[in-house]
T-cell receptor
């Protein structure tokens, strides 16, 4: 059974204090690793897709990386508006196109 | 604007009273899916549809029904809601099955079953 584990569950940073969120996965034949951002009262908003180990994607202060066992979301010099829950999801290519989600990391950036 | 629209956004109802949550997408996506999100459990798939008239169960289908008569719409039906179906529900869509393109989510429907 596919599993995705995110750590830490919650992270509190000061504005400008860089850090990383972790997503470890156990899936048979990873076809895609997705990162989403979820704000309170909203649906998950797509950030990145990573397809193979060694791949990196960047968007503003966020950078996602992928190894054969885990993915990291690096946040450089975060701002309060980066506060949100960050979700990681894996797709193993099954016929139901089911995303297996982690439980998320709640990031709070204090000014 | 490309979007997935769910209605209602909030609903409080009573046990046993049938309800339908609508989901509509304007991106001509083939694939649509319903998830529920519960504290400590994350997002879990309820049902999915690979195309019109093609639906199948996800991980937690008990107590739910779906239909896909048109490509753009994928309603979620609770025939006899129970309190354990109190949750936050999300509809999602994606261009095609067997692809690794991202799923796009609606803003959610918060259901409270008393």
């Amino acid at each position: 059974e596919d599993q995705v584990t995110q750590s830490p569950e919650a992270l509190r940073l000061q504005e400008g204090e860089s850090s990383s969120l972790n997503c470890s996965y156990t899936v048979s034949g990873l076809r895609g690793l997705f990162w989403y951002r979820q704000d309170p009262g909203k649906g998950p908003e797509f950030l990145f897709t990573l397809y193979s180990a060694g791949e990196e994607k960047e968007k503003e202060r966020l950078k996602a990386t992928l190894t054969k066992k885990e993915s990291f979301l690096h946040i450089t010099a975060p701002k309060p508006e980066d506060s949100a829950t960050y979700l990681c999801a894996a797709y193993s290519g099954g016929s139901n196109y089911k995303l297996t989600f982690g439980k998320g990391t709640l990031l709070t950036v204090n000014p | 604007e490309a979007q997935v629209t769910q209605n209602p956004r909030y609903l409080i109802t009573v046990t046993g009273k049938k309800l339908t949550v609508t989901c509509s997408q304007n991106m001509n996506h083939e694939y649509m899916s319903w998830y529920r999100q519960d504290p400590g459990l994350g997002l879990r798939q309820i049902y999915y549809s690979m195309n019109v008239e093609v639906t199948d169960k996800g991980d937690v289908p008990e107590g739910y029904k779906v239909s896909r008569k048109e490509k753009r719409n994928f309603p979620l039906i609770l025939e006899s809601p129970s309190p354990n179906q109190t949750s936050l529900y999300f509809c999602a869509s994606s261009p095609a099955v067997y692809s690794n393109q991202p799923q796009h989510f609606g803003d959610g429907t918060r259901l409270s079953i008393l």
